[in-house]
């Protein structure tokens, strides 16, 4: 078994633990706030960017642990992602502010069984998402049957999205 990356690791829970560890850090590096919940949907974790907890109404992001997870983000569907141990891959969480581009993924121990879930804000600014809409809008412009292509609204492309992902 090789324990860096000059090789080909062998051993496969050292390739998945280091995955792992890399697209965490990735996605809370450019997120604008990630969240975790147990599985009673009380939040156990919230990023230290003292802007996302201020987003919600606290001055301090250690305020929010221990309480439910719609008492910190209403409209919160973290709670679903625990019942149902089911992701929701892409969606938009609307705010007192600008919606958020969020995703949000369940927990699993080492049986499979849900313990939690865990949310990546990755937009706070749709303007972020404005070549993936105008791709869209070009692609969907050569589609004109489509219910879809009629809309050309951003959230009806989140909803198209949330429909055919992995349930």
Known sequence: MHNDWTHVPVDYSDVLRRAMDSLFKTFENFSEGTFIVDKDARVVWINKHKRYATRFGFSDPQEVIGRDCEAVIPNSLMR????????????????????????????????????????????????????????????????????????????????????????
């Open 80 to 167: 679903e992602v625990v019942t149902t141990g089911k992701p929701i891959l892409l969606d938009l969480l609307e705010t007192d502010r600008e919606p958020l581009v969020v995703t949000r993924l369940p927990l699993k121990d080492d049986f499979g069984q849900t313990v939690g879930a865990i949310g990546f804000a990755f937009f706070d600014e749709m303007k972020a998402l404005t070549p993936l809409f105008s791709h869209y809008s070009r692609v969907a412009g050569t589609h004109r049957n489509t219910a879809i292509a009629r809309t050309g609204a951003a959230r009806q492309i989140v909803r198209e999205f949330r429909r055919h992902e992995c349930r």
